[in-house]
């Protein structure tokens, strides 16, 4: 079994359809998305319409939560941005995707199991992301540790954990989003860079493993859509993996 993970796009379609070209030479079985499909100042009708019209199976992120839960005084500006570019029945479609999708072995969620808000493998220490402790990741896994795979997004950070019980947990970093541009203590992490990213997970023989991708495509051109549309943070961010 090979399965290719995506996660967190964040309406950048050039870094989305450079994965998904990428994928169709990797021989996989299935794609899966752990969510925030849109919620960026570049294309997120576009990316919502590739994204609909392949059916990707996909679990839902904070950002395709607030598309119907926040009102536009509680969105990041980003996502309101997004969220105005799509139709309301688009909205609920986003709304609707499961919090979690189960596969035997393997549990998919957007954070952690129970919270799409929550990083499962970092946490902010002074200011920066750092790894969360054993105590802590173990906690946010809770019964779901007895899992062989759970795939997590969210911190847009590509990992690959053994965490308790020997569960394997990965995360595919971000398509199309490698920083925080919204967030201001972004500015102090640690050195990113401007790849799309994704991961291929693997069985075989029982055993399971991961290749971790982190892919060149046409950044600039993104970079330069978020500079047009007004959005000189997200091109920095998008252009050289750093928030200023």
């Given at each position: 079994?090979?399965?290719?993970?995506?996660?967190?796009?964040h309406g950048n379609l050039l870094a989305l359809?450079?994965?998904?070209?990428?994928?169709?030479?990797?021989?996989?079985?299935?794609?899966?998305?752990?969510?925030?499909?849109?919620?960026?100042?570049?294309?997120?009708?576009?990316?919502?319409?590739?994204?609909?019209?392949?059916?990707?199976?996909?679990?839902?992120?904070?950002?395709?939560?607030?598309?119907?839960?926040?009102?536009?005084?509680?969105?990041?500006?980003?996502?309101?941005?997004?969220?105005?570019?799509?139709?309301?029945?688009?909205?609920?479609?986003?709304?609707?995707?499961?919090?979690?999708?189960?596969?035997?072995?393997?549990?998919?969620?957007?954070?952690?199991?129970?919270?799409?808000?929550?990083?499962?493998?970092?946490?902010?220490?002074?200011g920066r992301t750092a790894p969360a402790s054993?105590?802590?990741?173990?906690?946010?896994?809770?019964?779901?540790?007895?899992?062989?795979?759970?795939?997590?997004?969210?911190?847009?950070?590509?990992?690959?954990?053994?965490?308790?019980?020997?569960?394997?947990?990965?995360?595919?970093?971000?398509?199309?989003?490698?920083?925080?541009?919204?967030?201001?203590?972004?500015?102090?992490?640690?050195?990113?860079?401007?790849?799309?990213?994704?991961?291929?997970?693997?069985?075989?023989?029982?055993?399971?493993?991961?290749?971790?991708?982190?892919?060149?495509?046409?950044?600039?051109?993104?970079?330069?859509?978020?500079?047009?549309?007004?959005?000189?943070?997200?091109?920095?961010?998008?252009?050289?993996?750093?928030?200023?």
């Amino acid at each position: 079994m090979r399965l290719a993970v995506i996660s967190d796009i964040h309406g950048n379609l050039l870094a989305l359809e450079a994965v998904l070209q990428d994928i169709t030479t990797r021989g996989v079985d299935d794609i899966i998305n752990l969510g925030d499909w849109i919620a960026g100042p570049l294309w997120p009708r576009e990316t919502f319409d590739l994204l609909a019209d392949l059916q990707i199976r996909s679990v839902r992120g904070n950002h395709d939560r607030w598309a119907i839960d926040r009102p536009d005084d509680q969105m990041p500006p980003a996502g309101r941005f997004a969220r105005n570019a799509i139709t309301p029945a688009q909205c609920e479609i986003l709304h609707a995707l499961p919090e979690t999708i189960d596969m035997g072995d393997i549990l998919a969620c957007h954070g952690t199991p129970t919270d799409d808000m929550q990083n499962l493998l970092e946490e902010l220490l002074e200011g920066r992301t750092a790894p969360a402790s054993r105590e802590a990741v173990a906690t946010r896994l809770g019964p779901e540790a007895a899992r062989k795979v759970i795939l997590c997004g969210h911190s847009h950070r590509q990992a690959t954990v053994t965490g308790p019980g020997g569960v394997l947990i990965l995360n595919p970093g971000s398509v199309g989003c490698p920083a925080f541009a919204d967030v201001p203590a972004a500015a102090g992490w640690e050195y990113r860079s401007p790849h799309a990213r994704y991961a291929i997970l693997t069985e075989r023989n029982g055993r399971w493993g991961a290749e971790m991708i982190a892919l060149e495509y046409d950044w600039n051109a993104a970079a330069q859509q978020a500079a047009t549309l007004g959005w000189p943070k997200w091109a920095t961010m998008l252009a050289t993996g750093a928030v200023s």
